[in-house]
Nanobody
Framework: VQLQASGGGLVQAGGSLRLSCEASGRAFNKCLMAWFRQAPGKEREFVAALTQSGRTTYYANSVKGRFTISRDNAVNTVYLQMNSLKPEDTAVYYC?????????????????????WGQGTQVTVSS
């Protein structure tokens, strides 16, 4: 699938943003979807993921309770609602898709496991 992320911007600490990732192609509803982020000089790190049905979600400890991942298969879009933002959340956020999810429980947090990536959207949180 081809992915297009949007919704980033500049926000003060404590504020909120909602990222969107729109997918093209028929396979979206068969894909596990995820959000990762990458700050300057750092590796891409896992943020959140959810299964095809949306019933199972995974979160990094650093965002648990503040971020919510969701999807709407009718419009081929996955979302990341980010609340109580902190300066350390500043990064480029990427959405990823994985079609073969038989080993998802093992690899969902590993960037190299994903098949396709969007172009990224910048999130900057000021203190």
């Amino acid at each position: 699938v081809q992915l297009q992320a949007s919704g980033g911007g500049l926000v003060q600490a404590g504020g909120s943003l909602r990222l969107s990732c729109e997918a093209s192609g028929r396979a979206f509803n068969k894909c596990l979807m995820a959000w990762f982020r990458q700050a300057p000089g750092k590796e891409r790190e896992f943020v959140a993921a959810l299964t095809q049905s949306g019933r199972t979600t995974y979160y990094a400890n650093s965002v648990k309770g503040r971020f919510t991942i969701s999807r709407d298969n009718a419009v081929n879009t996955v979302y990341l609602q980010m609340n109580s933002l902190k300066p350390e959340d500043t990064a480029v956020y990427y959405c990823g898709a994985r079609l073969d999810t038989s080993d998802a429980r093992i690899y969902y947090a590993q960037a190299q496991w994903y098949d396709d990536w969007g172009q990224g959207t910048q999130v900057t949180v000021s203190s």
